[in-house]
């Protein structure tokens, strides 16, 4: 279940993943790397968005959709 944006916990985010789902295997991984910086920049905006807690604050962890591709895309 996808978290909602949290200025609190963002001021305590140390790390951040972005998962990929396999229908955007064919991404070269520069493009991929240039798509993940684009949404973590705009992470409010994101649909799947998830904190995960860590033992020094939280990793942010955003799970690309359909949508968030075309947003950073366009």
């Given at each position: 279940?996808?978290?909602?944006?949290?200025a609190?916990?963002e001021?305590?985010?140390?790390?951040?993943?972005?998962?990929?789902?396999?229908e955007?295997?064919?991404l070269?991984?520069?493009?991929?790397?240039?798509?993940?910086t684009?949404?973590?920049?705009?992470?409010?905006?994101?649909?799947?968005?998830?904190?995960?807690?860590?033992?020094?604050?939280?990793?942010?962890?955003?799970t690309?959709?359909?949508?968030?591709?075309?947003?950073?895309?366009?």
């Amino acid at each position: 279940m996808a978290d909602k944006f949290d200025a609190y916990r963002e001021a305590l985010v140390l790390e951040e993943t972005t998962i990929w789902g396999a229908e955007y295997d064919h991404l070269e991984a520069e493009e991929k790397a240039s798509i993940a910086t684009a949404l973590h920049a705009d992470a409010e905006q994101c649909s799947d968005l998830a904190y995960v807690r860590t033992y020094t604050g939280f990793c942010r962890q955003i799970t690309v959709t359909q949508e968030d591709l075309q947003r950073v895309s366009s």
